[in-house]
């Protein structure tokens, strides 16, 4: 145990993680915020400050810091992406929540581990995008990057107690579940004229906007593949995904002797946010425990690649290395926010994915600026290919 509370800052507090995380760190006297971003719901950040006392926030938004500053003069508001990186430099943290949604969470990432701070990521595109780059970051600097996901924090965990007795060799490949989001059993056809609304109903989680899109495409697993790579240090053709409707078993390592190990528990994500906000520690949670005879079953499926193109073309990325993990995650993000917006079709997604991918060459990753020049030229090309690609269905 620390002697003095752990000092927490969070980037991305308005949104699902960030509001959870400070649920968590509400009910513990072990935790101490320190400090808050977001991108521009600056009314909310303002109140989340007043409610913790905290007196430092930033916004990314530059614009919406100003009003954020004339309604809280007794605080402190610093803007943009350099008043962000100024937060986790001056904020004196112990460990950053990076909750960050999309790519915009890869420079506070860096900024985070550049200092040696431990890092509680949820910012999967950090990892996707900057793959070897942030790990060996985290590496030369001594931080620890500890995993939000649910399914990550299901690995770390068996991992964790598996190499501390055993060491790295016993492990034979990793499973990461997904729950089939709410196309689950669906045919191609049928996605050509399923809804934003439609997309948006996920049967298990409550999450924001852009990662239920990815989960409904199965993109978020794709990701979380790639995530999952380097954060454990296991090859891809040794990681799985698997279908499993019920979202009860987050993650299964599978061992040299023939035995697997598995993670279970409701889906609720103040487990992993807890399990790393405390880490190496352990707290106690109000919530539901599991009761498997009340369940009474547990159902997996092969994930059907056909009709959800978005993880063959994560898997394809991966293989290619270099810059196309980046390349597919910007490229991504470009096609969910123009399905948000009403611009494509549902199964328009995977298509701009795939045709940035084929338009642009995987370069070697040698340094974070390839990955920012990458960036930018993925989401030229995608908002490129966005008029190329089936158009928004009529619904008459």
């Known amino acids: 145990m620390m002697s003095r509370p752990r000092r927490i800052l969070i980037l991305g507090s308005t949104g699902s993680i960030g509001v959870q995380a400070l649920s968590v760190i509400g009910q513990s006297e072990e935790l101490e915020l320190v400090g808050l971003s ?7 950040l303002v109140e989340q400050a007043r409610a913790f006392g905290v007196e430092r926030v ?11 500053a004339a309604a809280w003069p007794d605080g ?3 803007a943009g992406s350099e008043g962000v990186a100024e937060l986790i430099v001056e904020s004196g943290a112990d460990l950053v929540l990076n909750a960050i949604v999309g790519s915009a969470g890869l420079g506070p990432t860096i900024a985070t581990l550049g200092e040696g701070i431990d890092l509680a990521l949820a910012n999967k595109e950090s990892l996707v995008a900057g793959g070897e780059l942030v790990t060996a970051l985290a590496q030369a600097t001594g931080a620890q990057i500890i995993p939000v996901d649910s399914e990550h924090a299901a690995l770390h965990q068996l991992i964790a107690a598996e190499r501390a007795t055993a060491g790295p060799g016993t492990i034979e490949r990793l499973t990461i579940t997904a729950s089939g989001g709410p196309f689950r059993g669906m045919s191609s056809q049928q996605l050509q004229s399923v809804s934003i609304a439609d997309a948006l109903a996920h049967p298990t989680w409550e999450m924001g906007g852009k990662i239920t899109i990815d989960s409904s495409t199965l993109m978020n697993k794709g990701l979380e593949l790639i995530e ?7 090859p891809y053709d040794r990681i799985d995904v698997v279908v499993h409707p019920q979202s009860i078993v987050h993650g299964c390592v599978a061992l040299c002797d023939g ?18 906000l405390h880490h190496p520690e352990r707290v106690e949670l109000p919530v539901v425990r599991l009761d498997l005879a009340a369940i009474g079953s547990l159902t997996f499926e092969p994930v059907d690649l056909e009709t959800f193109p978005c993880l063959g073309l994560a898997r394809a990325a991966a293989a290619a290395g270099g810059t196309a993990p980046c390349i597919l995650n910007a490229a991504n993000e470009v096609a969910v926010h123009a399905f948000l917006a009403g611009r494509i079709a549902f199964t328009a997604i995977a298509e701009v ?3 940035t991918l084929a338009t642009i060459e995987a370069r070697p990753l040698a340094e974070f600026e390839a990955l920012f020049a990458a960036d930018r030229e993925a989401r030229e090309v995608a908002r490129a290919a966005l008029d190329q690609v089936r158009p928004v269905p009529d619904r008459g």
Not at 38 to 44: D, G, L, V
Not at 61 to 68: H, I, S, V
């Open 38 to 44: 977001a991108r521009s719901s600056w009314e909310t």
């Open 58 to 68: 930033a916004l990314s938004d530059a614009q919406a810091a100003e009003p954020a």
């Open 76 to 78: 402190e508001v610093l």
């Open 228 to 234: 999952a790579h380097h954060l454990f240090d296991v």
């Open 259 to 276: 035995a697997v190990l598995a993670h279970l528990g409701h889906p609720d994500m103040r487990v992993p946010i807890a399990y790393a």
């Open 353 to 355: 994915i795939e045709a």
